[in-house]
């Protein structure tokens, strides 16, 4: 079958994780309906204690500890979870994750020794204390201290202030005993710079320890069963050995070393080997967005509503086009962010996997992308599921089909793990400074419009299928008319083109801004900020695109790869659609090709019409998990109003 | 003060209505964030009744009967209603608009002495029972039946199968004790299509009166304090006498007549009387969309992020670009709303404030703009609601700071009450008919493709402040580059040239369509749907853009009129700019001056930064009603860690 085929093909290189987590986990693990907050608090408690291990949780912990060294085993099987219940994915995420991915990150090897099988086994629930209330994007101005003292060789933890308390803490209200604070590093009187430390937050009664004060942060929108909280600390006395030391160390009489010299490149480089839960974020957006589309098209297919004249049933919903505009192009998006985030895990996999530091320029590009996807899933995720709710009218209201929860658990997504906007940012301004020296990616505007002039010849570097897509490329015989809105070859140039185009033109303002506006940095850079955001989703549509045209690479038989191009030509076709404005300013697009392209839009509606449920059926999600009201009833109901109808 | 005078224009006509639910309603009626479903039914069936009329919630009701007869004041109290708690607003929306203005709108003079005053005193709380499991859009296929036999003269209703349960009711599941059920009348052996019934679904005890069964719809994505529910009936009699029958009666001997013949015709007049529930969701989704951006723009005011070199403080999000893209777009349009639902609710009153039937132009005409009108606000709020969730960031996802319950509660709005895509459907309709033989609004795709054919040449109907409209249109040198961008006469030729155009071809491709598919009627309409739709929201765009313009006439002094204006801009600016890829495909926009409209929008950004405070606070939401967590604590913590920074 060709869903099976393609299923295959999006299960990829953590085929076997996906499998047994599909097949290891049944409806005990998928989301509750309308349940208080007590009571998904209680259950995602039980939950994550009663999580097989086997299923890929672990697999980023060293081979020494537990695991099996594979980060991108433990992003897969996190992305898996989310099919299930978010909560618990972000509970796990939390855990395994934040909590334990920087104890191994950042902690050194009696750390590890002492820790990490505590922490993959549950025996230990921890926290990743970053964010405070002052402070989320930037994290490098926490204001949290930690003041080294000789005397005692400990540590004093405080929060100065209201606004320096950590805040949306997951694990902090309810089941935290230890926690990872990040705070300022303050020894022999001078400031470092972020650290990390583990600190016990709770006792073996779950009762505070002595100066830290544990709050709630109360009802949210959505994971109802992540118990995020807030924690202050009152002068705690932390020892000297529970610095989480790798990247930088203070010896008995308070003296600082650290292999990193300058403080901004030190705690970016500390971020850097953290980027796997920014990589988890947007495997999991995607998966509950593809849980999302599964219900609105399979809903969309037996939901019938208004008679054209002469006929005798009412007209499937996926049958009118206003619906496959909705649909469609979605799912296309889906498919191109599943293959492109195949790819980013993999590279996941291979720069952080070894044994030795990771290159640099892999690492940052790494994390660019990291981000790019981020923020691009996460906002797929948000406006897919809201149209899907929408496709399913009121039954989309209901708790009992899904939806609702998909929603309101992935809303945040968009803002945690990185604020989308300051992510794209990030993006920008890798794009912007060729990688060089920009280094220290979270600082905000000011750098990053000097190092601009510096800027060297934009080269576009492609990602997958490099050779292929190359040929597809070269073989466009030329701009304009003549050659056909499908080609790939000019779908791959025109998302180049733009790329270049829009990047060149950031650069080439910034420097005029540079020269008139030389004593007033924000402002160079915020006149241009909305053209500069342009350049970052620019980047991720193309190597998205390029991700997808190396994912039919790898499709079995012709079926699906023709199945696949059109989808494919879907995606790139509603991507230059949706930006046609841009196209026609800057001459890439004539106004008759621009209203053929949405022609042609149109048609591969009615191509793909078709093939929707095999579409959705090829993400494979489990009928169990899917839990969902209305696909259980809807066929039935349909058959006997059919029926009665008949007989009536 | 600016604020102060702002306020007064959007105002009103209800000017006195606003003024005493600002001043009755307090702390008591403003939601409660983490309530369990239980809870908030409890409290919203308790305010419920507590409620004081004389703050226009039943002003709609007729003079002689507890009411003032007044249909716009009771539109603007639910409106109030919506700042305070969602679910407070739609439970009296269903009492009071729904089911009460059925009884009134369907029902004869006796019904109206016997039920009226009990409805407006919460003595009998009542639901409105049409929507149904198998029909929410297409209602003149409901399958519930009810058939009149003349030796026990009384109505035998029944729900033939599952599919034809009512579902989705409020008041259903808790607290209705009658129900205006909407079923296919059948008399004499023969169908006379929809009518509508009293009828009693609970007894004095609360339990569900004998052949009536009730369910609870179940957790909801949002409207908690709401009890929807559903309703069957196993050959429930139903006395003669509780049929609704101002435009359908049923004699003793069961002979039918009606004041209208045509079935369909009967229907949608019925229909069309209770357009004001449409006009109350539009209102309502508004009114959450305003107090959402009181909250982000309040919010991005206080909140720093991010240092420039050599700045001493963090720069606030309101100064930066992609904040101001984000926020003042979305304040402009909803400034334009607010003009145009004050229109709407005005041509409400005085179309259906009269004693005698409303003239059937102006009548088709309103139910056309409440259609529209209803899917662009519930859409514009599903959007800026969520883009002010991401605006607070982390903060936005807390419950204590309102904004997931104002995302939640209306996220329904976009397919209650009619689905948008169905409603957009309407208002093309209306339009591609000239208002013509056409009326049978929801029928369906098939009848308006034969209609198209005659459609009369096309002029476009001016609504508010004609004379100005046309003396600026009138202005307008002739097209292309002479004109400044910011030229209002330029805007609304924009607006109305595209409305124009965009009509024009649709009927082209259907008439071509109708030549060469003569036996698919539903291939004709379904290939040009989404140029179908774009006329509707064309046609409303223009309609709002001219209601702004005439609400800036209103505007007492230079200092409003000169900022109304700007904002003026900033709306026609961002909607060109946002289907530019229209106007540069049709040679309605250069490629110049397509960059230029982007430019003059960002100029505008800047020059409207200072104003954004005063422009949310003109909305004039009592503070006590914001009960917004981080409005009152953030310019607190903001100096507090100012200060401190300042002493370390």
Redesign the interface.
């Known amino acids: 079958m060709v869903s099976e085929a393609l299923r295959d093909v999006l299960d990829g290189r953590w085929v076997a994780i996906r499998r047994a987590v599909r097949e290891e986990l049944g409806a005990e693990f998928v989301a509750v309906?309308?349940e208080?907050?007590d009571e998904a608090r209680e259950r995602i408690s039980r939950l994550i204690r009663k999580l097989p291990t086997d299923v890929g949780v672990a697999s980023a912990f060293p081979a020494g500890h537990g695991g099996s060294g594979d980060q991108g085993g433990s992003v897969v099987a996190a992305e898996m979870l989310a099919y299930l219940d978010l909560s618990l994915m972000v509970k796990a995420g939390v855990q395994w994750g934040l909590f334990g991915g920087a104890v191994v990150a950042l902690g050194n090897e009696r750390q590890h020794a002492a820790y990490l099988k505590d922490i993959i086994d549950t025996e230990i629930l921890g926290c990743f204390a970053m964010?405070e209330?002052?402070?989320?994007?930037?994290v490098q101005?926490l204001?949290t201290t930690c003041v080294y003292d000789p005397a005692t060789q400990t540590f004093d933890l405080h929060t100065?202030?209201?606004?320096?308390r950590k805040?949306?803490i997951g694990n902090a209200a309810r089941d935290g005993r230890m926690a990872v604070v990040f705070a300022q590093l303050i020894t022999g009187g001078k400031s470092r710079g972020v650290h990390a430390w583990l600190v016990p937050i709770r006792d073996g009664n779950g009762d505070p320890m002595p100066g830290v004060t544990l709050g709630d942060?109360?009802?949210?929108?959505?994971l109802l069963g992540v118990d995020n909280g807030r924690i202050s600390f009152d002068h705690v006395s932390v020892p000297r050995d529970m610095l989480l030391d790798r990247y930088g160390q203070v010896a008995e009489d308070g003296t600082y070393s650290s292999p990193i010299e300058n403080d901004t490149r030190r705690f970016f480089t500390m971020l850097g080997t953290l980027v796997r839960g920014r990589v988890t974020v947007g495997g999991a957006a995607s998966a509950a967005t593809r849980e999302a589309l599964t219900i609105a098209v399979r809903y969309g297919e037996t939901r019938r509503?208004?008679?054209?004249?002469?006929?005798e049933r009412?007209?499937a919903l996926n049958?009118?086009?206003?619906h496959q505009?909705k649909l469609l192009p979605a799912l296309a998006t889906s498919y191109a962010y599943a293959f492109a985030q195949e790819e980013l895990v993999g590279t996941l996999a291979d720069v952080q996997g070894g044994s030795g530091p990771a290159d640099e320029h892999q690492q940052r590009e790494l994390e660019s992308r990291a981000a790019g996807l981020k923020a691009m899933q996460t906002w797929h995720a948000?406006h897919t599921i809201?149209m899907c709710?929408?496709a399913c009218?009121?039954a989309?209201?209901?708790?009992?089909n899904r939806?609702?929860g998909l929603?309101?658990d992935t809303?945040?997504f968009?803002?945690?793990e990185g604020?989308?906007?300051v992510l794209l940012q990030l993006v920008a301004k890798g794009l912007l400074t060729g990688y060089r020296d920009a280094f220290g990616s979270l600082?905000?505007?000011?750098?990053a419009t000097f190092v601009a002039e510096q800027v060297r010849e934009m080269v576009l570097e492609r990602t997958a299928a490099r050779a292929l897509i190359q040929r597809l490329v070269s073989a466009v015989p030329g701009r304009g008319e003549e050659v056909a809105v499908t080609d790939r070859g000019w779908h791959l140039t025109m998302f180049e083109d733009r790329e270049k185009h829009v990047l060149e033109g950031a650069i080439r303002r910034l420097r005029s801004g540079a020269a008139t506006k030389k004593d007033r940095?924000?402002e160079i850079f915020?006149?241009?900020?909305?053209h500069v955001?342009k350049t970052a989703t620019a980047h991720i549509d193309r190597i998205t695109l390029e991700a997808f045209v190396a994912g039919i690479e790898r499709a079995p038989g012709t079926a699906e790869k023709a199945l696949l191009n059109k989808l494919c030509d879907l995606y790139a076709l509603t991507v230059i659609?949706a930006?046609?404005?841009w196209f026609?300013?800057?001459?890439r697009l004539t106004?008759a090709r621009?209203?053929a392209v949405t022609a042609v839009v149109?048609d591969l509606l009615r191509e793909l019409r078709p093939s929707m449920r095999t579409l959705v059926d090829a993400f494979a999600i489990p009928e169990e998990w899917l839990n969902c009201a209305i696909l259980r009833?809807e066929p039935d109901?349909?058959d006997?109003?059919a029926a009665?109808d008949a007989g009536?």
Chains 1, 2 share one sequence.
């Open positions: 309906p309308g208080t907050g964010t209330t002052g402070h989320g994007s930037d101005q204001r100065p202030h209201e606004a320096a805040d949306y942060a109360g009802p949210k929108a959505g509503q208004f008679t054209a004249p002469g006929a009412e007209i049958d009118y086009l206003a505009r948000t809201q709710r929408e009218g009121g989309g209201y209901l708790a009992e939806l609702p929603k309101a809303d945040v968009t803002t945690f604020d989308n906007t600082d905000g505007w000011g750098r940095p924000f915020n006149d241009v900020q909305d955001l659609e930006d046609k404005g026609l300013e800057h001459g106004p621009s209203k149109n009833e109901r349909q006997v109003m009665h009536a």
